[in-house]
């Protein structure tokens, strides 16, 4: 078993890789994005978001895979949809310096087919313990291929909107003038590479960990690994907020997490087939999920912008939510 020290040293690094990579892919994507022409929040909530949740995809299949450990894969894909809704805005609204505005766009198309999207994995989920149960002390059930397939199906329906949006808009492509196309395409693949890099060092630190410390892995993945892997995101969407592009900034965060509940957590089981799932754990992590989810909605209704004073409600929330896997880590809380 890896030392703590050189388990901690292989997380940072990995960190430091995702950074790299992400730095990489936000350049590429965004430039590529003017140079399609597609709208502003179409490049936050596809191009940009779906190179963002690399990390997070690339958990969940090595998670999976190489280590068995689909809980893991899940405690990232929820972890950092966490961190998404309440720290990455509540960060571009204060470093921006200004409130983060939402617009009607965000709020009633992006926001509600987020919201959808967590219902239905909470229902996937709820399915594979009813149809397909595993005898235990606890409520579980196999993750099957087919519900795995039924949540790409509703991606493919969110891609299939904004496709629809990109057809009815008159923008037109803008000219790369300091690089030619194919190497920003070369920039953009390079970007993901690294990032799926990173993610390796961070599931093996994970793992390490949770074997060291004798917790389950998926209370690191919930906190550390999915704070890690947000970076991207973070990045992205406060870089969008600085520079007053505020549809990119929560367009990346929204369509991010639409394409990790969607895409990432399916991902593993189809690639692994039928993986047990453990629904007495999945069901706190979902919960505070939707509860964060209705905060971030709320504030972001309300006035049509997030505010410094809300943004900081946010944080705490989150902090609210690290200290609660502490608890749990160290044994004095068992919700989990």
């Known amino acids: 078993m890896a030392s703590v020290a050189l388990l901690l040293g292989i997380g940072i690094v990995g960190t430091a890789i ?36 690399a990390p997070e995809i690339a958990s969940t299949v090595i998670a999976t895979i190489r280590y068995g450990e689909f809980e893991l894969g899940v405690g990232v894909i929820v972890g950092s949809a966490v961190f ?26 992006e926001a ?12 996937v989920f709820a399915l594979a313990v009813i149809y397909y149960p595993i005898d235990g002390p606890g409520l579980e059930g196999n993750l099957t291929r087919p519900l795995a397939f039924a ?28 690089r030619p196309l194919l190497v920003e395409w070369a920039l953009l693949v390079g970007g993901i ?36 892997s947000s970076l991207p995101d973070a990045f992205i969407s406060v870089a969008a907020a600085r520079i007053d592009e505020p549809a990119v900034s929560l367009g990346n965060v929204l369509g991010s997490n639409i394409f990790d509940l969607l895409v990432a957590i399916p991902a593993g089981v189809l690639l692994a087939g039928a993986t047990p799932l453990s629904f007495t754990a999945a069901v706190p992590m979902m919960a505070f999920l939707v509860v964060a989810t209705i905060v971030l909605f709320t504030f972001a209704r309300t006035g049509m912008a997030i505010t410094n004073g809300e943004g900081v409600a946010m944080l705490v929330l989150y902090g ?7 608890l749990e880590s160290i044994g004095l809380v068992s919700v989990l």
Not at 320 to 326: D, E, M, N, P, R
């Open 112 to 123: 509600q087919f987020y919201m959808l999207s967590v219902a239905a994995l909470f229902l």
């Open 151 to 178: 949540l790409l199906l509703l991606y493919g329906l969110y891609v299939f909107v904004q496709y629809l949006d990109v057809s009815e808009s008159d923008m037109g492509s803008v000219s790369l003038s300091r």
């Open 193 to 228: 590479a690294l990032i799926i890099a990173g993610v390796e060092g961070l599931v093996f630190a994970a793992v390490g960990l949770g074997e060291t410390f004798g917790t389950p892995s998926f209370l690191w993945g919930l906190t550390v690994v999915a704070a890690a």
């Open 84 to 109: 998404n809704i309440l720290v990455i805005p509540s960060l571009s609204t204060l470093l921006a310096d200004r409130p983060l505005d939402t617009g009607r766009d965000v709020v009633y198309k």
């Open 320 to 326: 609210a939510f690290v200290g609660w896997l502490l």
């Open 18 to 53: 995702v950074w790299a990579g992400s730095s990489a892919l936000e350049r590429a994507s965004g430039r590529l994005g003017r140079h399609y022409g597609l709208p502003r929040l179409v490049q936050g909530t596809l191009i940009a978001a779906v190179g963002s949740s």
